[in-house]
Protein backbone atom coordinates (compact mmCIF):
# COMPACT_ATOMS: atom_id res chain seq x y z
CA UNK A 1 0.00 0.00 0.00
CA UNK A 2 1.61 3.17 -1.25
CA UNK A 3 1.76 5.93 1.50
CA UNK A 4 2.94 9.27 1.79
CA UNK A 5 3.60 11.35 5.36
CA UNK A 6 4.59 14.61 5.41
CA UNK A 7 5.80 16.40 9.04
CA UNK A 8 7.91 19.05 9.70
CA UNK A 9 5.48 21.88 9.18
CA UNK A 10 5.29 24.81 12.12
CA UNK A 11 5.11 28.08 12.69
CA UNK A 12 8.56 30.21 12.31
CA UNK A 13 9.10 33.85 12.06
CA UNK A 14 10.08 35.86 8.37
CA UNK A 15 14.04 34.79 8.18
CA UNK A 16 13.45 31.18 9.52
CA UNK A 17 14.26 27.99 8.65
CA UNK A 18 12.24 24.68 8.76
CA UNK A 19 12.86 21.07 7.13
CA UNK A 20 10.00 19.37 5.42
CA UNK A 21 10.30 15.28 5.24
CA UNK A 22 7.86 13.28 3.54
CA UNK A 23 8.22 9.35 4.42
CA UNK A 24 7.05 6.75 1.69
CA UNK A 25 6.13 3.48 2.38
CA UNK A 26 4.95 1.23 -0.15
CA UNK A 27 7.27 1.52 -3.06
CA UNK A 28 11.21 2.51 -3.30
CA UNK A 29 11.00 6.46 -3.29
CA UNK A 30 14.12 6.64 -5.72
CA UNK A 31 12.14 5.16 -8.33
CA UNK A 32 9.61 7.73 -8.84
CA UNK A 33 9.93 11.36 -9.33
CA UNK A 34 8.50 12.82 -5.94
CA UNK A 35 7.45 16.25 -5.92
CA UNK A 36 6.38 19.20 -3.12
CA UNK A 37 3.22 21.23 -3.85
CA UNK A 38 1.84 23.85 -1.63
CA UNK A 39 -1.68 25.43 -1.57
CA UNK A 40 -3.05 28.38 0.06
CA UNK A 41 -6.89 28.25 1.23
CA UNK A 42 -8.95 29.69 -2.10
CA UNK A 43 -6.28 29.21 -4.65
CA UNK A 44 -4.40 26.75 -7.03
CA UNK A 45 -2.50 24.09 -5.55
CA UNK A 46 0.63 25.04 -7.24
CA UNK A 47 3.97 22.73 -7.80
CA UNK A 48 7.29 23.56 -5.46
CA UNK A 49 9.62 21.48 -6.03
CA UNK A 50 10.88 17.94 -7.30
CA UNK A 51 13.44 14.98 -7.34
CA UNK A 52 13.64 12.67 -10.01
CA UNK A 53 15.01 9.00 -9.64
CA UNK A 54 18.53 10.31 -10.44
CA UNK A 55 18.64 13.02 -7.99
CA UNK A 56 17.80 15.58 -10.63
CA UNK A 57 15.94 19.14 -8.98
CA UNK A 58 13.72 21.65 -10.12
CA UNK A 59 12.47 24.58 -8.52
CA UNK A 60 9.49 27.05 -8.91
CA UNK A 61 11.07 30.47 -9.29
CA UNK A 62 9.58 31.71 -6.43
CA UNK A 63 11.95 29.37 -3.90
CA UNK A 64 14.67 28.68 -5.87
CA UNK A 65 18.08 29.52 -3.63
CA UNK A 66 15.97 29.44 -0.74
CA UNK A 67 14.55 25.76 -0.93
CA UNK A 68 16.46 22.35 -1.68
CA UNK A 69 14.83 19.05 -2.10
CA UNK A 70 17.01 16.02 -1.25
CA UNK A 71 16.69 12.10 -0.71
CA UNK A 72 17.69 9.50 1.78
CA UNK A 73 17.02 6.51 0.21
CA UNK A 74 18.32 4.45 3.43
CA UNK A 75 15.16 6.03 4.82
CA UNK A 76 13.05 5.95 1.77
CA UNK A 77 12.20 9.93 2.54
CA UNK A 78 12.04 13.18 0.62
CA UNK A 79 13.15 16.24 2.57
CA UNK A 80 12.34 20.48 1.64
CA UNK A 81 14.85 22.20 3.29
CA UNK A 82 13.50 25.75 3.13
CA UNK A 83 15.54 29.10 4.38
CA UNK A 84 15.11 32.53 4.17
CA UNK A 85 11.40 31.90 4.92
CA UNK A 86 8.56 35.26 3.61
CA UNK A 87 5.12 35.53 4.84
CA UNK A 88 4.23 34.40 1.31
CA UNK A 89 5.31 30.72 1.96
CA UNK A 90 2.32 30.48 4.00
CA UNK A 91 0.47 27.39 2.70
CA UNK A 92 0.00 23.48 3.49
CA UNK A 93 2.66 21.82 1.85
CA UNK A 94 1.98 18.71 0.28
CA UNK A 95 4.57 15.32 -1.27
CA UNK A 96 3.00 13.41 -3.83
CA UNK A 97 4.65 10.77 -6.29
CA UNK A 98 4.75 11.34 -9.75
CA UNK A 99 3.70 8.49 -12.12
CA UNK A 100 6.80 8.50 -13.89
CA UNK A 101 10.90 8.57 -12.60
CA UNK A 102 11.05 12.21 -13.98
CA UNK A 103 10.00 15.71 -13.25
CA UNK A 104 8.00 17.02 -16.34
CA UNK A 105 6.00 19.55 -14.64
CA UNK A 106 3.71 20.21 -11.84
CA UNK A 107 0.22 18.90 -13.68
CA UNK A 108 -1.65 17.36 -10.69
CA UNK A 109 -2.94 14.80 -12.76
CA UNK A 110 0.30 13.28 -13.40
CA UNK A 111 0.63 12.68 -9.46
CA UNK A 112 -1.09 9.62 -8.11
CA UNK A 113 0.03 9.49 -4.31
CA UNK A 114 -0.19 12.07 -1.84
CA UNK A 115 0.63 12.91 1.78
CA UNK A 116 -1.73 14.70 3.67
CA UNK A 117 -0.31 18.00 4.25
CA UNK A 118 1.72 19.80 6.57
CA UNK A 119 0.93 23.20 7.39
CA UNK A 120 3.52 25.89 7.34
CA UNK A 121 2.73 29.33 8.61
CA UNK A 122 5.21 32.41 8.57
CA UNK A 123 4.87 35.30 10.77
CA UNK A 124 6.44 38.57 9.60
Known amino acids: QVQLVESGGGMVQAGGYLRLSCAAS????????IAWFRQVPGKEREGVSC???????SYEHSVKGRFTISRDRAKNTVYLQMKSLKPEDTAIYYC??????????????????WGQGTQVTISS
Open 96 to 113: ARRNSGYCTGYDLGAYAY
Open 26 to 33: GFISDSFA
Open 51 to 57: IDRYSGT
